[in-house]
């Protein structure tokens, strides 16, 4: 897994990508759909969002598996690092009203990015997908969630360089997902490098 996002004039990234990339790739963001959970009913009017959006409360507690709790933080801190009742109660009313956005725009970043590798036809083994620069946006989305969930199943902490899950012998059962972590940072860092650029 070697392919890095190049810069396209029109301000959107390339990278080329084999099959078992592509596979990966979508593979990792249906699973992270399937974690962030189901989002909105089909058959509403878009009206009948925008209303349901604001007066929707959602959850005012933090989820308890670990993944989604770093996909969607406490704000001021978290009840762990604050003890005072009246930040506790701030971040519960924040989380109330903001994060069911921002799971709908996770949700909506993977999907960009399975939608994408879904107009993929590999021939010869590999294909290169273009983005537009909205798309790009997206992309980088789904990509740093990808990673957060991974590095934390791995247990990564910030200070940690990936130094020490390198040096995991093939036979440890997390090398694959190590390799995939790595190889999404790289790509990540590319596309924001030709965003950039």
């Given amino acids: 897994m070697s392919g890095h996002f190049e810069p396209l004039p029109d301000g959107g990234a390339a990278v080329p990508l084999d099959e078992v990339e592509i596979s990966i790739l979508r593979s990792l963001a249906v699973q992270l759909m399937e974690l962030i959970g189901p989002g909105e009913e089909a058959g509403e009017s878009e009206s ?42 701030a ?29 993929l036809a590999p021939e010869g083994g590999s294909a290169e997908l273009r983005l537009k620069p909205a798309e790009c946006r997206q992309w980088l989305g789904a990509l740093n969630d990808l990673r957060l969930a991974i590095g934390t199943r791995l247990e990564v902490t910030d200070e940690e360089d990936g130094g020490e899950l390198l040096r995991l012998p093939d036979s440890d059962p997390r090398k694959p997902m190590v390799m995939a972590y790595l190889w999404l940072g790289g790509l990540q860092e590319t596309l924001v490098e030709s965003l950039m650029g």
Avoid: H, W
């Avoid at 993977?110 to 939608?115: D, E, G, N, T, V």
């Fill in 48 to 89: 009948d969002d925008l209303l349901a959006s604001v007066f929707n409360d959602g959850p005012s507690e933090p989820p308890a598996d670990p993944v989604l709790a770093r996909l969607f933080p406490d704000a001021y801190g978290g009840p762990d690092l604050v003890p005072d009742d009246d930040v506790r109660a």
């Fill in 91 to 119: 971040a519960a009313e924040f989380r109330r009203y903001t994060e069911n956005d921002l799971r709908s725009r996770k949700r909506e970043d993977a999907l960009a990015l399975i939608r994408a590798l879904d107009t």
